[in-house]
């Protein structure tokens, strides 16, 4: 009998050929996943974004290939999108913003008319400080001019402020991106919605305090500043910082060389600011073992209320443990000596930056791709934070919340098939780590495993193959797998099958591509975006039904 299944099969079908009867597309690797509906890849881009580009795709194509989908998501239903920009910026569930600023932009110049009204209406809430603002104007400006209503929606913004916000909105972001408070005022043109509004708006335009504006108690930040300018006596000028809740931003560079100073600071300041300073901070001796400083910000870091209020993301506070514990920054000279309970209180503030996760009580199987493409590109844009890396970071929230859970590693060898592990078997490891090591120590770890080529059908085959009985299997890829003799949907298939179990797939994506391996007709498969804060809670409870 010639055996034509080995040529053409539903069951086995390799990676670098579409499943017989599916509809499946080449990912950028040459192997064959789905391709993700316009609506999930734009909730990949609004979280992930495009810097770095990936292994396979460069950055430039990479962000032209996202904005296509943004704007193919505007066509077929402008308002739509408009909410999905709004509820992941609006939650912090990005590690940066830009990505929903920018999306925004285009839906208010290059969208329909209910479009534009939506999208301006939303600048507020997308647009929170006086930075995003500046980023807006600078994205929009590349879709076209300020009509009028780019001109209303900015001038409604500095109008809708408070007088004592609107005064530290532009006292502390002055400038960004080669625009400032001048130029989007004298664009924008806005009618004063109160006299302390139109004095504010004056000094910034003209960079003069005008009559009778110091007392007007809106101006007492501004005129703190200008103060600060004139007073050399450091002790003193600590006091009115703390008195007046000056931030960083509106101080005299030269002061800022005074831990005396930095402890003023730390009053008023938010939490992303006092997650980025952590260097500097101990440069000038404020953060020192067993110093007050010390336990006063490491109190503040493992504040799970305050994380959450500031909108701190996950990737943040990773990216800073990786620069602090380093002693060294990434792209300065700077350097510092690291304060071991300050690593300690980043390591608790990963985990509280998440949402609460009700724990689903199931039998999960962690599955990190470790392939070369994976160590390329750069996730929200942050240095050395590489899909490889912040996966196994990612990973580490579900163990942390899941008991009976178990890590593997895989990669399948350069030339596609064999192994790194195991005499020429299937690339795949069993990874003793745990959440009750410290994060670092896991990513660096991590970073230091063997890559190949990339074959996600591997965690299945392996579980079948030692008889591992998993309820959920969770892989955290880039999704261009290629490598494999099976695809991971087949493969997942004939584990239900060998064992028994009704096992579910979910995948989570660490690159903005438009691919997945998970089969959109299975309902026991699920894509979810990798780094979403969201994405825990999100796989719990798809474990969970």
């Given at each position: 009998?010639?055996?034509?299944?080995?040529?053409?099969?539903?069951?086995?079908?390799?990676?670098?050929?579409?499943?017989?009867?599916?509809?499946?597309?080449?990912?950028?690797?040459?192997?064959?996943?789905?391709?993700?509906?316009?609506?999930?890849?734009?909730?990949?881009?609004?979280?992930?974004?495009?810097?770095?580009?990936?292994?396979?795709?460069?950055?430039?194509?990479?962000?032209?290939?996202?904005?296509?989908?943004?704007?193919?998501?505007?066509?077929?239903?402008?308002?739509?999108?408009?909410?999905?920009?709004?509820?992941?910026?609006?939650?912090?569930?990005?590690?940066?913003?830009?990505?929903?600023?920018?999306?925004?932009?285009?839906?208010?110049?290059?969208?329909?008319?209910?479009?534009?009204?939506?999208?301006?209406?939303?600048?507020?809430?997308?647009?929170?400080?006086?930075?995003?603002?500046?980023?807006?104007?600078?994205?929009?400006?590349?879709?076209?001019?300020?009509?009028?209503?780019?001109?209303?929606?900015?001038?409604?913004?500095?109008?809708?402020?408070?007088?004592?916000?609107?005064?530290?909105?532009?006292?502390?972001?002055?400038?960004?991106?080669?625009?400032?408070?001048?130029?989007?005022?004298?664009?924008?043109?806005?009618?004063?919605?109160?006299?302390?509004?139109?004095?504010?708006?004056?000094?910034?335009?003209?960079?003069?305090?005008?009559?009778?504006?110091?007392?007007?108690?809106?101006?007492?930040?501004?005129?703190?500043?200008?103060?600060?300018?004139?007073?050399?006596?450091?002790?003193?000028?600590?006091?009115?910082?703390?008195?007046?809740?000056?931030?960083?931003?509106?101080?005299?560079?030269?002061?800022?060389?005074?831990?005396?100073?930095?402890?003023?600071?730390?009053?008023?300041?938010?939490?992303?600011?006092?997650?980025?300073?952590?260097?500097?901070?101990?440069?000038?001796?404020?953060?020192?073992?067993?110093?007050?400083?010390?336990?006063?910000?490491?109190?503040?870091?493992?504040?799970?209320?305050?994380?959450?209020?500031?909108?701190?993301?996950?990737?943040?506070?990773?990216?800073?443990?990786?620069?602090?514990?380093?002693?060294?920054?990434?792209?300065?000279?700077?350097?510092?000596?690291?304060?071991?309970?300050?690593?300690?209180?980043?390591?608790?503030?990963?985990?509280?930056?998440?949402?609460?996760?009700?724990?689903?009580?199931?039998?999960?199987?962690?599955?990190?791709?470790?392939?070369?493409?994976?160590?390329?590109?750069?996730?929200?844009?942050?240095?050395?934070?590489?899909?490889?890396?912040?996966?196994?970071?990612?990973?580490?929230?579900?163990?942390?919340?899941?008991?009976?859970?178990?890590?593997?590693?895989?990669?399948?060898?350069?030339?596609?098939?064999?192994?790194?592990?195991?005499?020429?078997?299937?690339?795949?490891?069993?990874?003793?780590?745990s959440p009750r090591q410290r994060l670092d120590d896991v990513?660096?770890?991590?970073?230091?495993?063997?890559?190949?080529?990339?074959?996600?059908?591997l965690p299945m085959i392996w579980a079948q193959k030692h008889?591992?009985?998993?309820?959920?299997?969770?892989?955290?890829?880039?999704?261009?797998?290629?490598?494999?003799?099976?695809?991971?949907?087949?493969?997942?298939?004939?584990?239900?099958?060998?064992?028994?179990?009704?096992?579910?797939?979910?995948?989570?994506?660490?690159?903005?591509?438009?691919?997945?391996?998970?089969?959109?007709?299975?309902?026991?498969?699920?894509?979810?975006?990798?780094?979403?804060?969201?994405?825990?809670?999100?796989?719990?409870?798809?474990?969970?039904?």
């Open positions: 009998m010639f055996k034509y299944t080995k040529m053409f099969s539903t069951k086995i079908t390799p990676q670098r050929e579409a499943i017989p009867g599916s509809i499946q597309v080449p990912n950028s690797a040459g192997g064959y996943t789905w391709q993700l509906d316009d609506w999930a890849r734009l909730d990949r881009f609004l979280v992930l974004g495009s810097e770095g580009g990936t292994f396979y795709v460069g950055e430039r194509d990479l962000t032209v290939d996202n904005a296509n989908v943004v704007r193919r998501c505007l066509v077929a239903d402008g308002p739509r999108t408009i909410h999905r920009i709004v509820a992941i910026s609006d939650a912090g569930r990005a590690p940066k913003n830009d990505p929903a600023i920018f999306s925004l932009a285009m839906a208010a110049k290059l969208g329909d008319e209910a479009t534009r009204r939506a999208a301006y209406a939303a600048l507020p809430k997308v647009c929170r400080i006086g930075t995003h603002l500046m980023h807006f104007a600078e994205y929009a400006q590349g879709f076209g001019g300020w009509g009028r209503g780019m001109r209303k929606a900015v001038g409604s913004w500095f109008n809708a402020r408070p007088p004592a916000d609107l005064a530290l909105q532009l006292a502390k972001y002055q400038s960004r991106d080669g625009w400032s408070n001048r130029d989007l005022l004298r664009l924008a043109h806005p009618r004063a919605a109160s006299p302390s509004h139109d004095r504010l708006f004056a000094w910034a335009v003209k960079g003069e305090i005008p009559d009778g504006a110091l007392e007007d108690p809106a101006f007492a930040l501004i005129a703190a500043m200008t103060e600060l300018k004139h007073i050399t006596d450091v002790a003193m000028a600590a006091q009115l910082i703390r008195e007046r809740r000056v931030p960083r931003e509106c101080v005299p560079t030269e002061l800022l060389q005074h831990a005396v100073i930095w402890d003023a600071l730390l009053g008023a300041m938010p939490m992303t600011a006092l997650i980025r300073n952590l260097a500097t901070m101990t440069r000038v001796g404020l953060l020192a073992p067993g110093s007050a400083g010390t336990k006063r910000v490491a109190a503040m870091l493992q504040d799970r209320e305050r994380l959450t209020k500031a909108r701190v993301h996950p990737i943040g506070v990773l990216a800073a443990l990786m620069t602090y514990k380093a002693g060294r920054g990434v792209r300065g000279s700077g350097t510092w000596e690291p304060v071991a309970s300050i690593v300690d209180a980043l390591d608790v503030a990963f985990y509280a930056s998440f949402k609460a996760i009700v724990p689903a009580g199931k039998r999960m199987l962690l599955a990190l791709d470790v392939s070369g493409s994976m160590a390329s590109g750069a996730v929200a844009g942050v240095p050395n934070l590489t899909p490889r890396i912040a996966s196994a970071a990612m990973a580490l929230v579900t163990a942390a919340t899941e008991r009976d859970h178990a890590f593997v590693a895989f990669t399948s060898a350069p030339g596609g098939y064999g192994g790194q592990w195991g005499g020429g078997q299937s690339g795949i490891t069993s990874l003793s780590i990513v660096s770890d991590v970073g230091k495993l063997p890559m190949g080529g990339t074959d996600c059908a008889r591992v009985d998993v309820d959920t299997f969770c892989v955290y890829t880039d999704n261009e797998t290629w490598a494999g003799s099976v695809h991971p949907a087949q493969a997942l298939r004939a584990y239900r099958d060998a064992r028994g179990i009704s096992a579910k797939l979910v995948v989570v994506g660490m690159t903005s591509t438009g691919f997945s391996i998970a089969d959109p007709n299975d309902a026991g498969m699920l894509d979810v975006v990798g780094f979403d804060t969201s994405t825990p809670p999100v796989i719990a409870d798809f474990a969970r039904v």
